[in-house]
């Protein structure tokens, strides 16, 4: 059962797929037809679920689930994991590779591979104030609060010298 983003309570579960690159104008009316359709017939073992998504700087895709309303199952996860994988494959963008990293620079968004992100840090062209985006958040006001941040706030300051 679709709901609007910005009615799902503050607990619920989010998951945030970086793509790649920036999906275009064209992609995000898709994935959001696609998410919509979905989402409203997204289940667990039968009984609805109410979720929703919001699309990031036409990068980033965030799930989520109304866990008050119905918990999610290992089913339903994996239902939600199918859907992102068809999306994969119908815009030939990655969205699931755990192993890019996402930062600012400026204005840009630049992906790249952790072991890039290392090295940058290494070279001091990623700081502890650089803007990174922490993907590994898992409620709605993580999402809100924590998932934007500087690198000495996330998971990222281990890299930082």
Same mark, same amino acid.
Not at 3 to 14: D, G, K
Not at 30 to 49: E, S
Not at 99 to 105: A, E, I, L, P
Not at 116 to 144: C, G, P, R, W, Y
């Given at each position: 059962?679709?709901?609007?983003?910005?009615?799902?309570?503050?607990?619920?579960?989010?998951?945030?797929?970086?793509?790649?690159?920036?999906?275009?104008?064209?992609?995000?009316?898709?994935?959001?037809?696609?998410?919509?359709?979905?989402?409203?017939?997204?289940?667990?073992?039968?009984?609805?679920? +109410?979720?929703?998504?919001?699309?990031?700087? %036409?990068?980033?895709? /965030?799930?989520?689930? *109304?866990?008050?309303?119905? =918990? @999610?199952?290992?089913?339903?996860?994996?239902?939600?994991?199918?859907?992102?994988?068809?999306?994969? +494959?119908?815009?030939?963008?990655?969205?699931? %590779?755990?192993?890019? /990293?996402?930062?600012? *620079?400026?204005?840009?968004? =630049? @992906?790249?591979?952790?072991?890039?992100?290392?090295?940058?840090?290494?070279?001091?062209?990623?700081?502890?104030?650089?803007?990174?985006?922490?993907?590994?958040?898992?409620?709605?006001?993580?999402?809100?609060?924590?998932?934007?941040?500087?690198?000495?706030?996330?998971?990222?300051?281990?890299?930082?010298?």
């Amino acid at each position: 059962m679709f709901t609007e983003y910005n009615n799902l309570p503050s607990n619920s579960r989010v998951w945030v797929y970086q793509a790649d690159r920036e999906f275009s104008i064209e992609e995000v009316e898709y994935i959001c037809a696609k998410a919509i359709l979905f989402i409203d017939n997204w289940t667990r073992h039968g009984d609805d679920l +109410k979720g929703s998504f919001t699309i990031k700087y %036409n990068q980033f895709l /965030v799930l989520g689930v *109304d866990e008050g309303f119905n =918990n @999610v199952s290992g089913c339903s996860i994996d239902s939600s994991v199918h859907f992102v994988q068809e999306l994969e +494959k119908e815009l030939r963008i990655d969205l699931m %590779n755990k192993m890019n /990293v996402s930062f600012k *620079d400026g204005d840009n968004i =630049n @992906v790249v591979k952790l072991a890039d992100f290392q090295q940058l840090a290494k070279d001091k062209k990623i700081t502890s104030k650089t803007i990174v985006f922490n993907n590994m958040i898992d409620t709605k006001a993580d999402f809100e609060t924590n998932w934007e941040v500087t690198a000495d706030k996330s998971w990222h300051k281990r890299f930082l010298v």
